[in-house]
């Protein structure tokens, strides 16, 4: 028999989906920049952005990663 998930694992589901499509579009993004840039003969300094943008990417990732594991574990002690 299945159990019906409650909001929270909802929510978390949710975020975890959204993790997901940033860091595929992310590198997706990131290597479409890098390859763009090299063909056309970009200055560095505005192929750099992408890497900037990557790096916003990752990091909004690792934020929203960390405070899953946090309320998954915080949940989990709750039970």
Request: glycine share 8%; aromatic share 12%.
């Amino acid at each position: 028999m299945r159990k019906t998930p409650t909001p929270s694992e909802i929510h978390q589901a949710k975020q975890a989906r959204l993790v997901a499509i940033v860091l595929v579009a992310t590198m997706v993004l990131w290597m479409g920049g890098q390859f763009i840039g090299g063909k056309l003969g970009w200055e560095t300094r505005f192929v750099f952005l992408f890497d900037l943008a990557a790096l916003a990417g990752f990091v909004f990732a690792l934020v929203v990663t960390f405070r899953l594991w946090r309320q998954r574990k915080a949940d989990a002690d709750g039970n």
